[in-house]
């Protein structure tokens, strides 16, 4: 049964994102910013991981409802893990998006160090339709805020998200 979106509105929905969005109504939402797991079987200085980081079953069928939420010509912002860019974008397209841009995001400290430090958050502008494009259209590179991750071992900074929105 789909729900219509105003049930959803300003509210916390726990459960298996796939299974809570096939009971939103279709064309429901007018913008999708999404922070999905990277695909890196994470784990944090202190331990901690991220919950379906270690299998890719859920990409696919998250992203194809997440083009069905969306209301025609309009937007979702994606993060992704760099190294199986692939995978994502294998999802994206074959749900129906089309990619318009890439976001990225300057760190001022390094968060992994291997072969190179990595200082920076990446994103992916995809489209649904044809959307009118922005009056003032904002810089593909932003500086990045840490914040300390207290909620989340990933968590993103609002201040950094809001002009994207």
Request: aromatic share 12%; hydrophobic share 40%.
């Amino acid at each position: 049964m789909n729900l219509p979106f105003a049930n959803y509105r300003n509210e916390v929905v726990p459960g298996d994102c796939v299974q809570v969005m096939r009971r939103m109504g279709s064309a429901s939402v007018d913008f999708i910013l999404t922070d999905p797991p990277y695909l890196c079987r994470y784990r944090s200085r202190d331990g901690q991981s991220i919950a379906n980081d270690d299998r890719d079953d859920w990409l696919e069928p998250a992203f194809s409802e997440m083009y069905r939420l969306l209301k025609p010509d309009s937007l979702c912002l994606s993060f992704y893990g760099w190294h199986v860019a692939d995978k994502f974008i294998g999802a994206w397209r074959k749900a129906g998006f089309r990619l318009v841009g890439h976001v990225v995001f300057r760190k001022r400290y390094a968060s992994s160090v291997r072969f190179l430090q990595g200082r920076h958050e990446q994103a992916y502008l995809l489209a649904k339709g044809d959307p009118k494009l922005p009056l003032a259209p904002i810089s593909d590179v932003l500086e990045w805020e840490y914040t300390g991750n207290r909620l989340h071992p990933t968590q993103k900074p609002i201040s950094v998200l809001q002009p994207l929105i």
